[in-house]
């Protein structure tokens, strides 16, 4: 019979021998000796005891490829005296160099912290961003983000400290965006690491082959295009709400909260907001539109002066106008809210009528699923009634912003999570919460497409709906030729050929198309899956195929220029 080991004595501070004898553990035990501490620091991030310091190890130099080997001072060189490496042959030397050991010096010492990332992008909100900065800034905890993932937002002039280093993962757009976003490193001692990444776009190439042109190149003053209609259609309108604010509001009458004024919608209250602001700008829109072009000196087209003629004098009912603009987007907004309503309604119906069914048909499951989609809808609601009217302006594009003015797409997540049983209180085992983005046209198709995959705070959520009752399917005729497009019930979509480049394939039904203006996408998700770490180096991108149809009419080309040269077919308007 085995006698059994006797079980040893540890005294405090010291390693026990390992118990089973082996070659490899009795090596990397004896590589440990009990010295005085040199760096408490590395100890402590090492998560080791003060009275052990990990020992010198020795580094091999194959002399024909090079490969480098560590191992420790305690085996014997005989035994990797053959390079490793496949099909090399060589054989290893001890390395003579001792001074370019930069990463072990760092860990020796012990200055090692790890690298906490966090966004910064328009997505946050301004108490989450502002929340950012201050940690950002302050990096008084461990946990406290010391690398930023930034969009331009950084170039508003937004305070985060002394950089020491900025990345740029693409080459920016002109001299004076490069200048601004570098500058952003180097401010205490005027030193800096900065780096640009150039992705394989022309752009990026063309100065990837001759850098000092962006290096050295000269600023160009900023301008902007006054004769854009679009533009100066929402400076039009704010500008009318200012003279409005200023003359002729009645704060009483007045509500910023989206609730009150579509309660106002509702009832056709014209003595409330936004229906005295439209009878102010109906009554004045002719003084209006004269001091508003007053402002820019006379450099206003004609030809734009008046289609912001026509956007005034256009009414409720007219398309394109002032009034029918502010009146739709309040009415669908308004719509939303109401099918919201009645989709809780006919959740409260179904558990209702689950609940009373006998205790055996009952699915736990199923009813706890109908709860969670009440509770979502009802925060969906609260979150639209509790939105500023103002901020709501802006979004839809009605007002001045820093986009391109359109009306965006609108995601509305709703997160929930299962309530530990200390925090359920009154049967409720779930909490909802939600969560909303506002995304261009142009990066929505990208982002907030069916199945499609969005990030943004540290969440991930998969789109799984999308609003019908806001932008119902249309059928659209498309030219083949020349992108022309008009909906199939225009009285141009039934002609044979084409109206604009006269293609003879216009009348054929492959012609038509069902397209959806995308307004508003839905994603429910738990709390727990829609959260990602640095589990993966990839984010999971759905990939759809798109077009990009051109279409403008001939009479607003008002420049044609072209290479003259035939083996260079080039040329733009």
């Known amino acids: 019979m085995s006698s059994k080991p006797k079980p040893q004595t540890v005294k405090p501070g010291q390693f026990p021998p390992p118990t089973v004898p082996s ?6 035990y004896r590589s440990w000796e009990r010295k005085p501490p040199a760096s408490p620091a590395l100890a402590e991030e090492l998560g080791l005891k003060p009275n052990y310091e990990l020992r010198e190890p020795d580094r091999y130099l194959c002399d024909r490829c090079h490969h480098q080997l560590t191992i420790s001072p305690d085996s014997q060189p005989s035994d990797f005296s053959v390079c490793h490496s496949l099909g090399c042959g060589g054989r290893y030397q001890k390395d003579p160099r001792t001074g370019l050991a930069y990463y072990r010096e760092i860990y020796r010492r012990g200055e090692v912290r790890r690298i906490v990332a966090a966004e910064h992008t328009g997505l946050l909100t301004r108490p ?17 983000p010391n690398l930023l993932s930034a969009t331009s937002t950084l170039e508003m002039g937004i305070n985060i400290g002394d950089l020491s280093s900025v990345l740029l993962c693409s080459v920016p757009p002109s001299l004076a965006n490069f200048q601004q976003r570098i500058g952003r490193a180097g401010r205490r001692d005027g030193n800096a690491f900065v780096g640009v990444v150039a ?22 003053t900023a301008g902007c295009y006054l004769n854009a209609s679009a533009i100066l259609e929402r400076q039009l309108t704010a500008f009318c709400l200012d003279c409005w604010v200023s003359a002729d509001v009645n704060p009483p009458n007045f509500s910023p909260h989206l ?9 056709c209250d014209e003595a409330r907001f936004p229906y005295n602001w439209l009878d102010y700008i109906k009554r004045r829109e002719g003084e209006l539109l004269e001091a508003f072009l007053r402002l820019f000196g006379g450099t206003i087209e004609p030809r734009t002066e008046e289609q912001l003629k026509r956007f005034m004098e256009r009414g409720e009912e007219t398309e ?49 699923e109908l709860k969670r989609e009440k509770e979502g809808f009802q925060a969906l609601v609260k979150m639209i009634e509790d939105k500023n009217i103002f901020n709501f302006l802006t979004d839809e594009g009605l007002l001045p912003n820093y986009s391109f003015p359109e009306a965006g797409v609108t995601l509305r997540s709703i997160l929930w ?23 261009s046209s142009q990066l929505a198709i990208r982002e907030l497409v069916p199945s499609g995959v969005f990030y943004a705070e540290g969440r991930r959520v998969k789109i799984d709906q999308i609003d019908l009752k806001l932008s119902q399917p249309e059928d659209w005729r498309i030219c083949r030729s020349c992108n022309y497009a008009v909906q199939n019930f225009e009285p141009e979509a039934h002609q044979k050929t084409c109206p604009r480049c006269g293609d003879g394939m216009w009348s054929d039904r492959g012609r038509v198309r069902q397209m959806l203006r995308l307004r508003q996408v839905m994603a429910s998700t738990s709390d727990k899956e829609s959260r990602f770490g640095d589990d993966s180096e ?4 759905s990939f759809f195929e798109r077009h990009l149809l051109v279409d403008f009419a001939p009479e607003f080309c008002e420049k044609t220029y072209v290479v003259d040269d035939k083996d260079f077919p080039f040329g733009f308007e």
């Open 23 to 28: 070659a490899k553990v009795a090596t990397v």
């Open 128 to 144: 989450n961003r502002e929340r950012l900065e201050r940690r950002f800034l302050g990096n008084n905890r461990r946990c406290d």
């Open 199 to 220: 992705a394989g776009k022309p752009h990026d190439l063309f100065f990837y082959a001759d850098p000092t042109r962006m290096l050295d190149g000269s600023v160009e």
């Open 259 to 267: 609730r009150d004024i579509l309660n106002v919608i509702q009832n």
């Open 320 to 368: 394109g106008g002032l009034r029918y603009r502010i009146l739709n987007r309040l009415e669908g907004v308004k719509n939303e809210q109401t099918r919201l309503k009645s989709q809780i309604q006919n959740l409260s119906k179904k558990i209702k009528e689950f609940k009373e069914q006998p205790e055996a048909l009952q699915e736990a499951e199923k009813l706890e």
């Open 417 to 439: 999570r299962r309530l530990q049983p200390a925090e359920q209180k009154n049967g409720k085992r779930y909490e909802t919460f939600t969560m909303t983005y506002e995304r």
């Open 538 to 541: 990839d984010r999971n991108v």
